[in-house]
Every structure is written in structure tokens, then in C-alpha cells.
């Protein structure tokens, strides 16, 4: 009696492990669901930034709805990766830090269509792309205005420098309360970096000489990456 009552207790155990087991695999797994409105029933490919250069590193299905399903048992090393579609020649970027989180974007506009689920990387990412654009949409208008009112300009003048400067520091202020704001993500350490090249000039697209030896010297300062 002793010995049933015992071998019933192992087999519990036993059980219990398998399933913690089971529970601790499941935990470090990861599922990325993507969906391209506009392709379908082609292959696509992953790959991760590195330094200057990216790096395939996995080849996709795209089914007939347009997903792509990025999966494995093991997480991802954290770091902006990017969707190429060989069949359109186009791609777009995204974060991976969080193990299961959904992005849905459209053929006609893969990096403005972007709409993230359950991904506060990914938000933080596309909120950085709308404040970029609206920068590089004030440059430009700021840049039409200036040609059709200063054909004879040779050089600009103090007001145009200012008006530049002003357009700058907007943007670098909403970019800083993204980081502020974000500061336990992964990407706000990469939005550090970018502030500090943002930063190297007073205004848009002036001929201003950059030290490239301090931006070196001083880029990674503070900065856990």
C-alpha cells in the first residue's frame, strides 16, 4: 500500500515538471503576426540591422491573405529588423524586443500604413516615423517658399536661418518627450542616438561643418544598447 501511494506521489511530480517544463519553453517562445494588404502567395525575406549593414537571416511565406507569421522557441535578439519584398522590390523596418505582438500595413505605403497590436516598441517606432515626416513636410514647404520668394538670394538671410532653426528644434523637442516619454524601451536608446546627429546642425540643411570625431567619441556616452 505504502509503495502504490508512493509511485502515485512520482507520477504526480513527474506531472508537475513536465508541465513547468512545458510552461517555461512556452514562455520563451515568440510569435510575430505580420499582414501586407495588397501581396500574396509569394516569400519575403527577414533580416536584422546590423551595424551599417543588414543581414537575412530567415526566409517568409506570404499565404494568400498576405501573412507572414515570424515564429520560433527561442526569442529573437533584440533589434530593428525589416520585411523585404523581393516581388515589389520595397520593404519596411520594425522593432523586435516583446515576444508576441501583431503589425498590419499596406502594399501602396508599407512604412506610413503601419498599425501596431500589443507592441509598445512598435508604437514608439511609428510615432517616430510621423514626427520625421512631418519635419521633412515643413523643410520642404519651408524650401518651396524660400525659392519662390528669393530667386536672387545668394545668401540666406538671418531670418530664413532662424525660421530653419525653429523647424529643427520642434522636431527635436518632440522627439525628445518620445524618449522621455519611452524611456524603458529598446528603441528610445536608438532615438538617443539619432537626437545626437539631429543635433550636430542648427538648422535644416545647412552647409555647417560636423566633427564626426566627437559625434564618435560621444554617441554611445550613457546610452545602453
Not at 508537475?16 to 519553453?25: R, Y
Not at 537575412?56 to 527561442?74: F, R
Not at 509598445?120 to 521633412?136: F, W
Request: with cysteine; charged share 20%.
Amino acid at each position: 500500500m505504502h509503495q502504490k501511494i508512493t509511485l502515485r506521489i512520482l507520477s504526480y511530480v513527474g506531472v508537475l515538471l513536465f508541465a513547468t517544463m512545458g510552461i517555461k519553453a512556452q514562455s520563451n517562445a515568440y510569435k510575430i503576426n505580420i499582414n501586407i494588404n495588397g501581396t500574396h502567395n509569394t516569400q519575403c525575406y527577414l533580416a536584422r540591422y546590423q551595424g551599417l549593414s543588414d543581414n537575412i537571416i530567415d526566409t517568409l511565406e506570404v499565404d494568400y491573405n498576405g501573412n507572414i507569421i515570424i515564429q520560433g522557441d527561442s526569442m529573437l535578439e533584440s533589434g530593428v529588423y525589416m520585411i523585404f519584398l523581393p516581388d515589389h522590390y520595397l520593404s519596411f523596418e520594425f522593432i523586435i524586443n516583446e515576444p508576441f505582438f501583431s503589425l498590419k500595413t499596406d502594399i501602396k505605403d508599407l512604412n506610413g500604413s503601419i498599425e501596431v497590436t500589443n507592441s509598445k516598441e512598435n508604437t514608439l517606432y511609428v510615432e517616430y516615423l510621423k514626427i520625421l515626416k512631418q519635419l521633412k513636410n515643413e523643410e520642404q514647404a519651408f524650401k518651396l517658399k524660400s525659392d519662390s520668394g528669393n530667386l536672387l538670394l545668394i545668401k540666406p538671410s538671418n531670418d530664413s536661418i532662424g525660421s530653419e532653426v525653429k523647424i529643427k528644434q520642434r522636431f527635436l523637442n518632440k522627439l525628445n518627450a518620445l524618449i522621455i516619454n519611452n524611456s524603458d524601451c529598446f528603441y528610445a536608446d536608438i532615438l538617443k542616438v539619432k537626437k545626437k546627429i539631429y543635433s550636430t546642425q542648427n538648422g535644416l540643411n545647412l552647409p555647417k561643418p560636423i566633427n564626426w570625431i566627437k559625434i564618435r567619441n560621444d554617441f554611445f556616452e550613457d546610452i545602453d544598447i
